[in-house]
């Protein structure tokens, strides 16, 4: 989660991104929207 939020969250909203599963997303969708990104920022850690 680290190194997602500092090196990936670097880029700019509107870059697109290829995961290993699922479709292309951005760097805003997944900022805004992924539910770990937002866990993991508000201090939940697992």
């Known amino acids: ?3 997602i939020i ?3 969250f670097a880029l700019e909203d ?3 991104v290829h995961p290993g599963h699922g ?3 951005t760097i805003g969708a ?3 929207g992924n ?3 937002q866990a ?3 201090g939940q850690r697992w």
Do not use: C, I, N, W
Request: aromatic share 10%.
């Open 6 to 8: 500092d090196k990936l």
């Open 35 to 37: 539910p770990f990104v």
């Open 14 to 16: 509107g870059v697109t």
């Open 23 to 25: 479709p292309a997303t």
């Open 40 to 42: 993991y920022q508000s």
């Open 30 to 32: 997944e900022r805004s």
């Open 1 to 3: 989660m680290r190194s």
